[in-house]
């Protein structure tokens, strides 16, 4: 429902049926294969692969289970990287010389320093996801796909676990921020059409912290 209830949006938007919802559980082989055979379905290639799926999960050191670190694991990492090689025929076949496929992976800032809150699997399968990143683009940069990657800080999402759903939550998520706010979903957009352009066609295997800041100046 809520795959269906994204993608009618984003149709209403363009005023067209651009956008298909294919829900699927990218942690998993079946899963994976699904989406890539529903993509299959409707078009030749792949311009752009966006590896957003993620999970996280936060417990104290004493108490933190073995099972969020599989979980994670599972999503997090291993997902991304079974999605793309999957992809890659269809990457490959939609990639030229003049202008090459992405592949944008989406990790975070706590894969780049440590985290307030005590989310070990989250932050470890992150900064996995940069060494992935980087990985992955020396091995694609022959057969013109791009891969770089993009490290979000604090926006409204629902995986977030302090979803600032109140005004005083929002302004104490803003305090820790240099740049005073949170993310806006235009921030994001905007790194992403950057990586997905011509425009980075010279940046290879690089991570964007799109985070007001944080990472640099807090």
Known sequence: EACD???????NEVGAARCHSVPADLSTPDGIAALVAAVGDRFDGVDVLVNNAGATWGAPIDDYPEDAFDK???INVKGPFFLTQAFLPMLEAAAGDEDPARVINIASIDGLRVPAMPTYAYSSTKAGVLALTRHMARDLLA????????APGPFESKMMAFAPDTEEKRDMVSSTVPAGRIGSPDDMAA???FLASRASDYVIGETIAVDGGIVNLA
């Open 5 to 11: 209830a994204a993608a009618e949006e984003m149709n």
């Open 72 to 74: 994670l694991w599972g």
């Open 143 to 150: 057969r013109n796909i791009r891969v770089n990657a993009i």
């Open 191 to 193: 790194a992403a059409l």
